[in-house]
Nanobody, 121 residues
Framework: QVQLVESGGGLVQPGGSLRLSCAAS????????MGWYRQAPGKQRELVAV???????NYADSVKGRFTISRDNAKNTVYLQTNSLEPEDTAVYYC???????????????WGKGTLVTVSS
């Protein structure tokens, strides 16, 4: 069984920072791309940032210059450093990873259960 578990969400004031973490656990062969998505109340889930196994990154325009995605391949973990948070960043943040399970040849998408980030004064 493969699991992605997020942590690091919480309540923060506008202008504040949070560091989100997502660790993959279970029996698998390798992890390819990893990323963060978010879903605000009443809105569709949207991409925040993604990172390849080699470290190439891509960000939504709304978070460029404020958020930084990184990963530690040895720990099977992806991070999202969020700075200069705005009320509009309030959402449930979900971790995503393309994972190849042992004895299989394809990568499949896995999702975490999400961590809530609330930006409010």
């Amino acid at each position: 069984q493969v699991q992605l578990v997020e942590s690091g969400g919480g309540l923060v004031q506008p202008g504040g920072s949070l560091r989100l973490s997502c660790a993959a656990s279970g029996s698998f062969f390798s992890i390819n791309g990893m990323g963060w998505y978010r879903q605000a109340p009443g809105k569709q889930r949207e991409l925040v940032a993604v990172i390849t196994k080699g470290g190439q990154t891509n960000y939504a325009d709304s978070v460029k210059g404020r958020f930084t995605i990184s990963r530690d391949n040895a720990k099977n973990t992806v991070y999202l450093q969020t700075n200069s948070l705005e009320p509009e960043d309030t959402a449930v943040y979900y971790c995503n990873a393309a994972i190849r399970r042992r004895f299989t040849s394809d990568y499949m998408d896995y999702w975490g259960k999400g961590t809530l980030v609330t930006v409010s004064s």
